[in-house]
């Protein structure tokens, strides 16, 4: 299919008939674009002005172009949420209409870190009850999640009967988790989280980690939470003042 039918400059036009090739499913999600000297002769331009477009698209998010090994229409993220509100993972799966669930690996009180101990913001502090775990949306797992809480703020028999920690703690306590401190971290491979989350070598994380804090501003929740970024996005919305 040649494009030359307009006056645009034809990096442009080469760039719209892929987008709409990949909305029409010539060219689906996570599947490989033909080779460059196929898609340069099947669109009638040249590979230097192919390259340019592609360039573009990778820019966009909408293609991904792997070394040595071609280019990728990127896969669309299952789950988007503004990172300025609090929502429980669970919350956020249930929302896109799938089921959360809840893969539990290990969990047992341990001694406190020098991390903990800046993080709880106490000297003090000798034991922290560490859960580590995978969160799936309909059984397939999305994130690798490794949760350190203060002994006295949850009850451990009622850990693996629900899958929000969030409610567990609230409903120990009495007290309402009310914010949080983000960190956002990207990661290119994470030697346990990339297995257990059935990563290729090559895809990428975001590991967020974040404080929780209750009503009383008391911190009682420190995640490390690694999500899939093929799977995941997150926004804020900035308003101007």
Sequence with gaps: MSIRDDSRHLYLQVIDQIKHDIEKNKYREGEKLPSEFQLSRDLGVSRATLREALRILEEDNIVIRKHGV??????????????????????MIAQTGMTPGSRY?????????????????????????????????????????????????????????????????EDYTGYRI?????????????????????CQPDQSLLLLKQMHYNEKDE???YSKNYFRADKFSFYVIRKRI
């Excluded at 009310?178 to 059935?198: M, N, Q, R």
Aim: charged residues 25%; contains cysteine; hydrophobic residues 40%.
């Design 105 to 169: 690996l290990a969990t047992e009180i341990i001694q406190s870190s020098s991390e903990d101990r800046v993080q709880f913001n106490d000297n003090s502090l000798s034991e922290i009850v560490e859960i580590e775990r995978i969160r799936t949306a309909d059984d397939t797992p999305v994130i690798y999640c490794i949760d350190h809480i203060l002994p006295d703020s949850i009850d451990l028999e009622n850990v693996h009967k629900n899958t929000s920690l969030l409610k567990v703690i």
């Design 219 to 221: 911190p009682v929740l």
């Design 178 to 198: 009310t914010y949080a401190v983000t960190k956002i971290e990207p990661v290119s491979f994470h030697e346990k989280a990339s297995l257990l989350l059935d």
């Design 70 to 91: 071609g280019t990728y229409v990127k896969e669309k993220s299952v789950f988007a949420s503004g990172i300025e509100q609090l929502h429980s993972v669970t919350d």
